[in-house]
């Protein structure tokens, strides 16, 4: 079984990030489009919060795609799936009262997932094929619908957190770059040790 990994609380949600913070430094979706890593310098090296309703989340995007890990969830990665994540520090940080708020962990990580693998079975999945690029290149993306999705087993030597590597035939290449994916035993650790924190979004049947 697989789920995308997703965390459940961004910014907007139970806390807020100060808007006039460093950002991800520009280019670093040229990165993710090639499904490569995202060099560490791209990451900004603080977080502000300057408002919060709940503790904050081990857990959680800054923006859609960019998540942050506290200690103790890095504690759990690095057990189950270490060498698969890379860590990048990020200072957070709030004035006294917000702080109280959010009870920070001793630590927070940007994380950029390394695994990698070729476990989609696109000839078996709904597609949609985007105009052809410069170099004729004609790009396959997956269509919505996660149970329509189908991903073959894992092998044991293969991650339990990766990006699908693109599959490429011809001058079609088939890419699920954006999303990341998680083996349920690792959710359901996840899940356990920080409930309510990861949507339950469940690929294929």
């Not at 139970?14 to 808007?19: A, R």
């Not at 310098?41 to 506290?70: C, E, G, N, Q, Y």
């Not at 619908?145 to 079609?172: C, F």
Request: aromatic share 14%; proline share 7%.
């Amino acid at each position: 079984m697989t789920y995308l990994f997703d965390p459940t609380y961004w910014n907007g949600t139970i806390f807020h990030l100060d808007e006039t913070k460093e950002r991800m430094s520009k280019g670093w979706m040229e990165f993710e489009g090639k499904n490569q890593p995202i060099p560490a310098s791209f990451f900004p090296k603080s977080l502000t919060f300057d408002a919060a309703s709940a503790a904050l989340p081990d857990t959680f995007h800054t923006t859609r795609d960019i998540i942050v890990f506290s200690k103790r969830a890095r504690v759990v990665f690095e057990e189950w799936a270490p060498d698969q994540v890379e860590f990048i520090p990020v200072i957070c940080q709030a004035s006294p009262a917000i702080a109280a708020t959010l009870k920070f962990d001793s630590a927070y990580y940007f994380i950029n997932v390394l695994g990698r693998a070729q476990r989609l079975q696109w000839l078996e999945i709904p597609t949609r094929t985007l105009p052809p690029q410069e170099d004729g290149t004609e790009v396959v993306t997956l269509l919505p619908g996660l149970r329509n999705w189908r991903l073959r087993e894992r092998a044991a030597s293969e991650p339990l957190i990766w990006r699908d590597t693109a599959w490429i035939v011809g001058n079609k290449r088939y890419s699920a770059h954006s999303n990341v994916f998680i083996a349920d035993a690792l959710w359901r650790e996840l899940d356990a040790n920080f409930p309510d924190q990861l949507n339950a979004q469940r690929v294929g049947e």
